[in-house]
């Protein structure tokens, strides 16, 4: 049933998995910055999601960061609701694999974060993520107010410069409002600290992202 449909190509509403009511249940606790998994977050503290091909590597990344009070990784931008890893996989949730990162703007910046997310895997790539294929790879930023939007937007037409500059083609990251967050299963969750030796296959292109985008104001 599920080979019916193609990896690469986003299913509709209609063709999506229906979920289920239950949530994933998972821990309370970050396993390496020992802070909430789950909100409500402290006070002043934003949001952001972010997908950038298998999960594991891309929280990492930002776990280390100082300013991020914590992470998690689980699936958004589709229809299906609470849906499994398994169903993710199968392309019939149009979900991607994100992470969402929890930080303090008094810390550190939300340039400082788009940063890391251009620097850290190859936006070029549509639907994979070098060898890991299908919807749930494909590069995207899922913003929670319209200034982060823009700052995404101005971070990405920065970043296509140099993209261009150095041969590679057109970023094709999605860049849109978040919707629905569902966790993924615990195993998950911080799993390269979990597992050291564990799987990531994250590789940037090279070129360096500018941090401090000035925004047009009108």
């Given at each position: 049933?599920?080979?019916?449909?193609?990896?690469?190509?986003?299913?509709?509403?209609?063709?999506?998995?229906?979920?289920?009511?239950?949530?994933?249940?998972?821990?309370?606790?970050?396993?390496?910055?020992?802070?909430?998994?789950?909100?409500?977050?402290?006070?002043?503290?934003?949001?952001?999601?972010?997908?950038?091909?298998?999960?594991?590597?891309?929280?990492?990344?930002?776990?280390?960061?100082?300013?991020?009070?914590?992470?998690?990784?689980g699936y958004s931008a589709?229809?299906?609701?609470?849906?499994?890893?398994?169903?993710?996989?199968?392309?019939?949730?149009?979900?991607?694999?994100?992470?969402?990162?929890?930080?303090?703007?008094?810390?550190?910046?939300?340039?400082?974060?788009?940063?890391?997310?251009?620097?850290?895997?190859?936006?070029?790539?549509?639907?994979?993520?070098?060898?890991?294929?299908?919807?749930?790879?494909?590069?995207?930023?899922?913003?929670?107010?319209?200034?982060?939007?823009?700052?995404?937007?101005?971070?990405?037409?920065?970043?296509?410069?140099?993209?261009?500059?150095?041969?590679?083609?057109?970023?094709?990251?999605?860049?849109?409002?978040?919707?629905?967050?569902?966790?993924?299963?615990?195993?998950?969750?911080?799993?390269?600290?979990?597992?050291?030796?564990?799987?990531?296959?994250?590789?940037?292109?090279?070129?360096?992202?500018?941090?401090?985008i000035e925004l047009d104001?009108?």
């Amino acid at each position: 049933m599920f080979g019916l449909f193609k990896k690469t190509t986003l299913v509709t509403a209609e063709e999506a998995l229906p979920g289920r009511i239950e949530e994933m249940p998972v821990a309370n606790r970050h396993t390496v910055t020992g802070n909430a998994m789950r909100g409500p977050w402290p006070e002043g503290h934003e949001v952001i999601m972010f997908g950038m091909g298998c999960f594991w590597g891309a929280e990492r990344k930002f776990w280390q960061l100082d300013g991020v009070y914590s992470t998690s990784v689980g699936y958004s931008a589709g229809f299906t609701k609470n849906p499994t890893y398994q169903e993710v996989c199968s392309g019939r949730t149009a979900h991607n694999e994100v992470v969402l990162v929890v930080y303090s703007p008094e810390l550190t910046t939300l340039d400082a974060l788009l940063k890391v997310f251009w620097e850290s895997h190859d936006p070029t790539q549509g639907m994979r993520q070098g060898n890991d294929v299908g919807t749930q790879y494909r590069s995207g930023i899922y913003t929670y107010s319209d200034e982060q939007r823009a700052r995404a937007e101005a971070s990405r037409d920065s970043f296509q410069s140099g993209l261009s500059a150095a041969g590679y083609s057109a970023i094709t990251t999605e860049i849109c409002p978040a919707t629905a967050y569902y966790y993924a299963e615990d195993y998950h969750q911080q799993y390269l600290a979990k597992n050291p030796n564990g799987y990531c296959g994250l590789g940037g292109t090279g070129v360096v992202c500018q941090s401090g985008i000035e925004l047009d104001r009108e």
